[in-house]
């Protein structure tokens, strides 16, 4: 029996990774950049200065590269609507520790 309206529902996960290859994920970061299909007339900036800005944060550049919808991509009847993906460095952030209640 499917649900007449979908059932809209959040996924919190906290995901720690090595990044050996600094250079690797910021240029990759300014690649995707350069080919979204972006109006830069409307911008303050220009794609270049957005590029060198991207590729000079790590924490930015890896935000932007992670695929999040691909965590569920293998699930039947489950649509991704969007997300938020943050990166930061060093140790967690409390809100991601078990037991931590004071969501958003």
Excluded: N
């Excluded at 950049?33 to 830069?40: S, V």
């Excluded at 800005?53 to 039947?76: F, K, N, W, Y």
Aim: aromatic share 6%.
């Amino acid at each position: 029996m499917g649900l007449t309206e979908p059932l809209i529902m959040q996924i919190y996960c906290r995901l720690e990774v090595a990044v050996t290859d600094p250079q690797a994920i910021a240029k990759l970061a300014g690649q995707q950049l350069r080919e979204a299909d972006i109006d830069w007339s409307r911008r303050e900036e220009d794609l270049d200065e957005a590029v060198h800005q991207l590729e000079s944060d790590l924490t930015q550049a890896l935000s932007c590269v992670i695929e999040h919808d691909r965590m569920i991509e293998h699930l039947p009847g489950v649509e991704p609507r969007g997300g938020l993906a943050f990166t930061t460095i060093g140790k967690p952030d409390d809100r991601f520790r078990p037991g931590f209640t004071d969501f958003l």
